[in-house]
Nanobody, 120 residues
Framework: AQLVESGGGLVQSGGSLRLSCTAP??????IGWFRQAPGKEREWVSCISPNHEYILYSDSVKGRFTISRDNSKNMVDLQMRNLLPEDTAVYYCAAGHPSCLFETYEPKDWGSGTQVTVSS
């Protein structure tokens, strides 16, 4: 099984982007989004559990990003609104603990990432 991200790009500050993660074979896994900016550590962004019991966001994106999941299509999307230059990073999706306990159980399966660049 493989995770593949898409939807990254260049957008102006205040704009929107929608990222998609195709995750066949991970129907019963929590799917999370992470990001890593140049020179910074990887940061957890959001997670959704298999049946939507848990939908979680980091404080830095809460209220601006929305995660959604369509199990019939094996897809998890991240709708990003009101983007800021500090959101610039490579965004990764990852499959892991079904209750999104990613701090305790680091995901083992990762996509290769998609670049998001927000200009000021």
């Amino acid at each position: 099984a493989q995770l593949v991200e898409s939807g990254g790009g260049l957008v102006q500050s205040g704009g929107s982007l929608r990222l998609s993660c195709t995750a066949p074979g991970f129907r019963y896994s929590g799917i999370g989004w992470f990001r890593q900016a140049p020179g910074k550590e990887r940061e957890w962004v959001s997670c959704i559990s298999p049946n939507h019991e848990y939908i979680l966001y980091s404080d830095s994106v809460k209220g601006r990003f929305t995660i959604s999941r369509d199990n019939s299509k094996n897809m998890v999307d991240l709708q990003m609104r009101n983007l800021l230059p500090e959101d610039t990073a490579v965004y990764y999706c990852a499959a892991g603990h079904p209750s999104c306990l990613f701090e305790t159980y680091e995901p083992k399966d990762w996509g290769s990432g998609t670049q998001v660049t927000v200009s000021s």
